[in-house]
């Protein structure tokens, strides 16, 4: 099946400092990605909507000008959180669908925790 | 608005059936997903359903009423690593749109 994966798996930073988490698809081309972020023994949240060689679209609420997404390629999406609180520690996901079929079914990565200390 | 809704938690015993519930009200609906999510875990597929009626795979089968806004998923011979979170997720718009995720059902499997 498709695969996604996530880097960093895990990632501990200062306040203040910025983190960059990329998610590739590794056997298939994804023109559109989708990040997610998860709080303990919450649901997935959707940050926003990364497409290909455009700007993403951001839900509401979500600062675009503090969670940086830049889609370059069919291939990487990156997440970078700007100037990182400890309320942004949280679990990052991404996914990403091959856009094919009715399903659209989405493939996600394995996450990244990200802990501001 | 969006709102799904599931169980926050469940216990069930091992070689049992269990099914988790699952009720939705989107403003559109175009596909409703189960997936399956280990602690610390990204979650991992486990069914698709888009028109009325039960989907069986294996030990686990899916079922969708799109007039009544319900699905519910049924495991079957429950065993321990079946212990995990259960996100119901349903696609609101058309072609390729993000899903909106229910808050999770946590199943512990026991002995």
């Known amino acids: 099946g498709a695969v996604v994966s996530q880097h960093p798996s895990w990632v501990i930073c200062k306040s203040g400092t910025s983190v960059k988490i990329e998610c590739r698809s590794l056997?298939?081309?994804?023109?559109?990605m989708f990040w997610y972020r998860q709080f303990p023994k919450q649901s997935l949240m959707l940050m926003a909507t990364?497409?290909?060689?455009?700007?993403?679209?951001?839900e509401q609420g979500v600062e675009k000008d503090k969670f940086l997404i830049n889609h370059a390629s069919l291939t990487l999406s990156t997440l970078t959180v700007t100037s990182a609180h400890p309320e942004d520690s949280s679990f990052y996901i991404c996914?990403?669908?091959?856009?094919?079929?009715?399903?659209?079914?989405?493939?996600f990565g394995p996450g990244t925790r990200l802990t501001v200390t | 608005g969006q709102n799904i809704d599931q169980p926050t938690e469940m216990t069930a015993t091992e070689g049992a059936i269990v099914q988790i519930n699952c009720t939705y009200q989107?403003?559109?609906?175009?596909?409703l997903f189960w997936y399956q999510q280990h602690a610390g875990e990204a979650p991992t597929f486990l069914s698709y359903?888009?028109?009325?009626g039960l989907e069986e795979k294996g030990r686990f089968s899916s079922f969708l009423s799109r007039s009544k806004g319900y699905s519910y998923l049924l495991l079957k011979e429950l065993q321990m690593k079946d212990s995990a979170s259960y996100l119901c997720?349903?696609?609101?718009?058309?072609?390729?749109?993000?899903?909106?995720f229910g808050k999770g059902t946590r199943l512990s499997v026991i002995a």
């Open positions: 996914s990403a669908s091959i856009g094919a079929g009715a399903s659209y079914e989405q493939y």
């Open positions: 989107t403003s559109g609906f175009n596909g």
């Open positions: 056997d298939f081309q994804a023109t559109t």
């Open positions: 359903n888009v028109l009325d």
């Open positions: 997720a349903v696609r609101d718009g058309a072609g390729n749109t993000p899903l909106v």
């Open positions: 990364s497409n290909e060689g455009s700007k993403a679209t951001y």
